[in-house]
C-alpha cells in the first residue's frame, strides 16, 4: 500500500517561500508510469492542481503558478519538495501530495496534507 | 480555477439516490479527456471514488457510479447512507491555446437528511 506524508513549516511570512516535502512510502517514486503532484486546497474551497514531477526530472506546473513554483525530486529518499515563491495570504491553503497515474491522469493515492498558513 | 462546474449542494434522505453534475467544455471533457470523482469526508483527504469515467476502484461499493456524456458528467449514488456525506469533486484534464492542466471541479457537500 502506497502511503504519502506531506512534512514542513505550518507558518511562512508573507513574501517569503513556502517549502513541502512528500515522502513516499511502500513504492517507489523511481517507478514509471506515474506523476508526482502537489495539490492545494483554500479553506473551505476546493482542489487546485500546483504541478507535477516525474522521476526523472522533468515537471510540469499550472500556468497560473508556473512563475512561483518549483517542484523537484529525490528519488535516493524516496521524496518530492514544493517550493512556492513569494507567498500571499492567498497561499494559505492545505498542501496535498498526491500519485497521478500518467495514462489516465487520475490521482490515486493522496496524502494526508497539511495547512500552511501565510501570515507576518 | 475550477472550470468544471458542480451543484453545491445535493440531498437526499437515506435510502434515495441522488445525482451530482460536473459540466466542463470542448477542451476538457468535451476533448475526450476522461472524468474521475473523488470523495472527501470532513477533515481528511480526497479519496479516489470513480476513474475513467465510470470504473470503481476495489473497495468502493457499487452503490456509487459514473457517466460521462458529450461535455458532462455524472455521479449517482443509489441508497443513500449516513457515511455518504462528504464533498464530492469531478477531476479531468484540460488543454487549450493557455496550456494543458489537471482541472477540478467546483465540489458538491451531500447532505443525508
Known amino acids: 500500500q502506497v502511503q504519502l506524508q506531506e512534512s514542513g513549516p505550518g507558518l511562512v511570512k508573507p513574501s517569503q517561500t513556502l517549502s513541502l516535502t512528500c515522502t513516499v512510502s511502500g513504492g517507489s517514486i523511481s517507478s514509471g508510469g506515474y506523476y508526482w503532484s502537489w495539490i492545494r486546497q483554500h479553506p473551505g474551497k476546493g482542489l487546485e492542481w500546483i504541478g507535477y514531477i516525474y522521476y526523472s526530472g522533468s515537471t510540469y506546473y499550472n500556468p497560473s503558478l508556473k512563475s512561483r513554483v518549483t517542484i523537484s525530486v529525490d528519488t535516493s529518499k524516496n521524496q518530492f519538495s514544493l517550493k512556492l515563491s513569494s507567498v500571499t495570504a492567498a497561499d494559505t491553503a492545505v498542501y496535498y501530495c498526491?500519485?497521478?497515474?500518467?495514462?489516465?491522469?487520475?490521482?490515486?493515492?493522496w496524502g494526508q496534507g497539511t495547512l500552511v498558513t501565510v501570515s507576518s | 480555477q475550477s472550470v468544471l462546474t458542480q451543484p453545491p449542494s445535493v440531498s437526499g434522505a437515506p435510502g434515495q439516490r441522488v445525482t451530482i453534475s460536473c459540466t466542463g467544455s470542448s477542451s476538457n471533457i468535451g476533448a475526450g479527456y476522461d472524468v474521475h470523482w473523488y470523495q472527501q469526508l470532513p477533515g481528511t483527504a480526497p479519496k479516489l471514488l470513480i476513474y475513467g469515467n465510470s470504473n470503481r476502484p476495489s473497495g468502493v461499493p457499487d452503490r456509487f457510479s459514473g457517466s460521462k456524456s458529450g461535455t458532462s458528467a455524472s455521479l449517482a449514488i443509489t441508497g443513500l447512507q449516513a457515511e455518504d456525506e462528504a464533498d464530492y469533486y469531478c477531476?479531468?484534464?484540460?488543454?487549450?491555446?493557455?496550456?494543458?492542466?489537471?482541472?477540478f471541479g467546483t465540489g458538491t457537500k451531500v447532505t443525508v437528511l
Open positions: 477531476q479531468s484534464y484540460d488543454s487549450s491555446l493557455s496550456g494543458s492542466f489537471y482541472v
Open positions: 498526491a500519485r497521478g497515474i500518467t495514462i489516465s491522469k487520475r490521482f490515486d493515492y
